[in-house]
């Protein structure tokens, strides 16, 4: 493509309407690049990028990435993929054909126009994981049957495409392991814990403890995140990750409730319901290589997160209420 400025990009962001997609786009446009916004609104909201809706290098297009996609553009973030259990458990085939053959059309994408292509993969490949705190080397241990396999299966298979397309085509990869992210702008009603608990709290609602409350979660702030996502695209070509992205501060539920209560200031009391089939005990990121390849680390804490996220949904749930 002809360019007007060397550094100003064509980069196109697939689920770029959902939470995390449009923290980066912001991000993206801050940089002075263009973003093509590709996203078929199934979990992700317009609400999300209205503020973009007037920006001159911003561009929304309505398309589902299980469809080849024909575009121009320089670089391709797939985030593309229902990410919350709720979401992805209701409509499990949909949810391994988004991210297969979602991510067999953006490489195939990627391959024609011979530009580099980032993964938003998920440490939903550890699985349950016996070695912890995990790092890359860890192989994971995943159920390929349950309900949650849809999702931990369908992003483990797309992880070995983009390194066989890496490895048979020479496409220039890089694959980002989330760890559970929160932040302004996640669904109300989405399921996950943060949002559940914050709203519950807001709503002086029970707050809905799944199992004994004992299993941990490590929680990194959205901004934390698009800074190291947009970190790896930046590596040259020898590094492809896979790359850990999470805070290593490792809570339990009850302790991430605790907190959701005392910075609410709410009354809501807890409520003991079943624990989900196959949901891990343990989850923590190892990132050594981020730190080294990436001269990242987080530097929001859980307490920072949490404020500005609970200011989101107040002004969320007051909208909702007129
Ligand atoms: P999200 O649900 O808010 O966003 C996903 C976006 O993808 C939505 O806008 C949705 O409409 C879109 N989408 C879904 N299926 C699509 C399809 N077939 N075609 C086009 N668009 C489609 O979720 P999120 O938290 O922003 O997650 C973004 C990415 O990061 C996902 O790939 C997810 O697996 C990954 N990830 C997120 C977390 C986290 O904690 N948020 C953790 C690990 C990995
Ligand atoms: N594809 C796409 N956009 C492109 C090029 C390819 O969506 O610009 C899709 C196309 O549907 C194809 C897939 O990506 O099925 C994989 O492409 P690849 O070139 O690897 O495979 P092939 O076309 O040989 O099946
Ligand atoms: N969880 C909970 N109460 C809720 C929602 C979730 O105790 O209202 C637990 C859930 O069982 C899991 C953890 O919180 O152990 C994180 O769940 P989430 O759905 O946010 O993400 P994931 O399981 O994919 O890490």
New binding site residues.
Partial sequence: MTRLYDSRKRILV?????????HLIDRLLEQGHDVLC????????KR?IEHLHNHSRFELMR????FPLYVEVDEIY???????PV??QHDPV??T???VH?AINMLGLAKRLKCKILQ?????VYGDPSVHPQPEEYWGNVNPIGPRSC?DEG?RCAETLFFDYHRQHGLEIKVA??????GP???HA?G?VVSNFIVQALEGDPITIYGDGSQTRAF?Y?DD?VEGLVRLMETDSGVTGPINLGNPGEFTMLQLAQEVISLTGSKSELIYTALPEDDPRQRQPDIAKARSLLAWEPTVSLRDGLRRTIEHFQSRLSELQF
Avoid: Q, W
Wanted: charged letters at 15%.
């Fill in positions: 697939t689920g770029g309407a959902g939470f995390v997609g449009s590709v996203d078929n609104l199934f979990t992700g909201s999300n398309h589902d990435v299980t797939n985030l593309a993929c229902p990410a919350s979401h992805y949909a949810t054909k988004t991210s979602g938003a993969s998920t440490s939903e999702y992003k392991r989330i760890f559970n992210t929160f702008r996640m669904h989405d996950r990194c959205v995140l």
